[in-house]
């Protein structure tokens, strides 16, 4: 965040997660909110422009990033934190291996109105194409096969 605050001094950071150490929470400032758990994060995503995860280390498919991208708030995050994912192009731009990198996206689509939008829109038709009931349907068609019908039952003993 001070490599974003250099760029603009006006964005904050609200710090969201569940079991935030007490010493972190005094650690904040200079634009950064220790907000800690929330139920809801729908709160949070009515009063920012984007998400960040910059993570460096985990497996699998993040969640925090499919809940950004389905609430239509772009996602700045960390080839860790894009991990399992097949973003489109649009969206793979937004994944930075620095925190130069992560500092000039969080500015640049914080900042651009259009960028921010079309960044949005996106997320959203990912979200709809990878992970619709369809697409799940058709990712445990794919691992598990076809299923078969089941066979007429009959109120006669089998022999």
Do not use: W
Not at 18 to 23: K, N, R, V
């Amino acid at each position: 965040m001070p490599r974003a605050r250099r760029r603009n001094p006006h964005i904050e950071c609200l710090l969201v997660g569940s079991d935030m150490p007490e010493h972190l929470r005094r650690l904040c400032k200079n634009g950064v909110i220790p907000i800690g758990y929330l139920e809801d994060l729908a709160e949070i995503f009515d009063r920012v422009r984007l998400t960040v995860a910059p993570l460096t280390y985990g497996a699998g498919i993040k969640g925090k990033v499919i809940d950004s991208l389905s609430a239509g708030l772009p996602c700045v995050c960390t080839p860790i934190a894009a991990e399992g994912l097949d973003l489109p192009k649009t969206l793979r731009a937004y994944i930075a291996k620095s925190a130069d990198e992560l500092a000039a996206l969080i500015c640049n689509i914080h900042d651009d109105e259009q960028v921010n939008e079309v960044s949005g829109r996106a997320g959203l038709e990912y979200v709809k194409t990878a992970f619709s009931n369809e697409a799940l349907d058709a990712a445990m068609l794919g691992v598990l096969g076809p299923v078969a019908s089941p066979q007429p039952t009959s109120d006669k003993p089998q022999s």
